[in-house]
Every structure is written in structure tokens, then in C-alpha cells.
């Protein structure tokens, strides 16, 4: 299994970035998914996720209401569209996929099988 994570970049506060979840080796159904990012001192931390079993999603506090998370099967693909973007959410960000547990209320950050590499995101003011 191999993921592919892409669509960061460098954009104003208040602007919008849509990354992306290529996978290989692998179909959506079998796994839930996540996103992360990677802060300074703390690791990786779950900001969305999918849940396999029934379509659930999660978003944390810092992100809901402003991203999207969502994947097409078909072509193995999972997205975090991310508007309203602002200065804090600047971080290096990467997807996951594992039998995890995702719920709109909780994301089981343990049991991750498989990550992408990371991919910049940079929001200035």
C-alpha cells in the first residue's frame, strides 16, 4: 500500500487549499481514513476523518465547519478541502488509512497501517 498526499502550498488567510489522498495498492472500502497534521512537539494529530463501516465523519474543533473531508472509491482518492483557511492551521499535513475507529464525536488516532508522506501547508496574514 502506498499514499500519496498532495495539494499543499502557500495562500492568505481567509484562502482555500484542497489537498489530496492518492492510494495504490489498496481499495477505500477496505479502510477508514484520516488526515493529520504534524504539529512541533506534539506529533501527529488527527484533524478529520472517515469512517469505512458506515460513512461517519469527524472533524476536530480547531477545523469544523471549515474543511471537508471526502473520498470517490473509484478512484481510490480521498480529499480535505480546506477553505477559510487561517495563519494557525499552517503545518505539514498527511493521510492515513487503518481500522480505526471514526465517529462524527471521536477519531481513534491509534492503529494507523499506512501514511503518506507530508505535504506543506502555509497560510500567512
Known amino acids: 500500500v502506498q499514499l500519496q498526499a498532495s495539494g499543499g502550498g502557500s495562500v492568505q488567510a481567509g484562502g482555500s487549499l484542497r489537498l489530496s489522498c492518492v492510494a495504490s495498492g489498496m481499495t477505500w472500502h477496505e479502510y477508514s481514513i484520516g488526515w493529520f497534521r504534524q504539529v512541533p512537539g506534539k506529533g501527529r494529530v488527527g484533524v478529520s476523518c472517515?469512517?469505512?463501516?458506515?460513512?461517519?465523519?469527524y472533524y476536530s474543533e480547531s477545523v469544523r465547519g471549515r474543511f471537508t473531508i471526502s473520498t470517490n472509491d473509484a478512484k481510490n482518492t480521498a480529499w480535505l478541502q480546506m477553505n477559510n483557511l487561517k495563519v494557525e492551521d499552517t503545518d505539514v499535513y498527511h493521510c492515513?488509512?487503518?481500522?480505526?475507529?471514526?465517529?462524527?464525536?471521536?477519531?481513534?488516532?491509534?492503529?494507523?497501517?499506512?501514511w503518506s508522506k507530508g505535504t506543506q501547508v502555509t497560510v500567512s496574514s
Open positions: 472517515v469512517a469505512v463501516r458506515d460513512g461517519a465523519k
Open positions: 492515513a488509512v487503518g481500522d480505526f475507529y471514526c465517529s462524527e464525536n471521536y477519531f481513534d488516532q491509534v492503529g494507523m497501517d499506512h
